[in-house]
């Protein structure tokens, strides 16, 4: 398992300006390794979150402060260039959509001016603000719900639902991990259509975050089109994906199911009333392609489980 402070300081506060990375050392250890992201924006107060709200000082993130620390717009293009390497045109793509990934498998969200070529983003200029989400791999996240989507070692096709920001993900990398390492189960090859680059984390084609032995990953490929691709190239046992919710996200997981394959997936809703009364009844048709949903709770620690339906969405826990 990462340790979470060094992480945070040769990973994010490495690409800091020296006037914000001292600030941000000077919080409390408990506090800075609890954060999940932290948030600039030009000529505004820096803020974070991690279960509280917090707003930096010079004494580091606090939860009550009267004269916040500010973000320069100079200091964003500093974060900004130093995350590219000082050179965004080496990171085009990710870029267009949105967001940069770190070492460590940390993501660094961007809003600025958009530059179009006819309807699509070519670009973003003129970046305003940032929102740096920290990746933390709990390694004990899956621990509950392993023996509920398994059944004689092998996985059952599964769909994990919750509101956001409550560890669909979290705990759908470390199934990913426990499936490819035979921990407590049969091993499995799995591929992984990660389209957000959340799961695995990849830089520079490598994973930043334990996926396990057996494990293909699919970067930056949207997912309809990554698992019909993963299933001609690589022939794998199972294969995962995060968010769920598209007419062309059921279709291509239809098309696994009649190809023999195993689906793991994350989807959001805040119950599984949510996902069967969705108007457009596509949730519903996504529901349908699985043994077992598994919702997850509003909690603080990624992982707890609310309920798990079986197939005909009877609750069996």
Known sequence: MKDVLNDIKENILIHFPPSLSKCV??????????????RLRANK???????????????????????????????????????????????????????????????????????????????????????IRISKEILSAASEVMPLITKEGRILNTLIISAPSCGKT?????????????????????????????????????????VGSRTDIFDAVGKAQGIMSLIRSMSPMVIATDEVGTYEDAKALRAASLCGVKMLCTAHAYDIEDMLTDKDAIKKEICSLFERIVVLKNAKRPGEIKAVYNANYERIL
Request: hydrophobic share 40%.
């Open 170 to 210: 979290t705990v759908l990398r470390d199934i990913v991990r426990r499936l490819s390492d035979g921990i407590g189960c049969l091993a499995h090859n799995i591929a992984v259509a990660d389209e957000r680059g959340e799961i695995a984390a990849c830089a520079n084609g490598i994973a930043q975050n334990d």
């Open 25 to 38: 050392n000077n919080t409390s250890p408990d506090v800075l390794s609890n954060l999940n992201e932290i």
């Open 45 to 131: 107060a820096v803020t974070a979150n991690g279960g509280s709200e917090y707003t930096l000082a010079q004494s580091g993130f606090l939860t009550n402060v009267t004269e916040p620390v500010i973000a320069s717009a100079e200091d964003i293009k500093t974060i900004f260039y130093s995350a590219v390497r000082q050179s965004p045109y080496a990171f085009g793509e990710e870029i267009k959509n949105g967001y940069i990934t770190l070492k460590g498998g940390h993501r660094v969200g961007l809003c600025g001016r958009a530059v179009l070529t006819g309807q699509e983003i070519a670009t973003i200029k003129n970046i305003s603000s940032l929102n």
